[in-house]
């Protein structure tokens, strides 16, 4: 289970990357990318624990309930999550509607951050090495 850990702790990261490059020329797509990097963050995340989920509804569910309810998570955290998947959707499936370049630049360090707090459930000795 570590090596997943670690695995998904990669893929975020690459998607924080992508999503760095892709703001400029495809809004839609830096969305997405905020959104996996967020998702493979919180999948690490709960893969330290032994949990793993089978669809991205299952994962959202159990980010509100196992780690915003208890108070593992600040809410915001939660609202956060719920935007950037909102926002991917839109990129994604939107029809006519269009990411902003500015909701992608929020997207982007929504994910950021998520990603940031995600690693610091799973490693809290990072504590120091952010700030």
Do not use: W
């Amino acid at each position: 289970m570590k090596q997943y850990v670690q695995t998904e702790l990669t893929r975020s990261q690459r998607c924080l990357a992508a999503a760095r490059a892709l703001i400029d020329i495809d809004p839609d797509s830096a969305a997405s990318r905020a959104y996996y990097a967020a998702f493979h963050a919180l999948s690490a995340a709960f893969a330290a624990t032994g949990q793993t989920f089978t669809s991205h509804r299952a994962i959202r569910a159990a980010l509100h309930r196992d780690l915003v309810r208890e108070g593992v998570v600040d809410a915001r955290k939660g609202r956060d999550y719920d935007f950037l998947v909102e926002l991917r959707e839109t990129g994604d499936y939107g029809g006519l509607d269009l990411v902003t370049e500015e909701d992608a630049r929020m997207a982007l360090a929504k994910a950021e951050e998520f990603a940031a707090a995600m690693e610091l459930l799973i490693n809290p000795d990072l504590m120091g090495e952010t700030q």
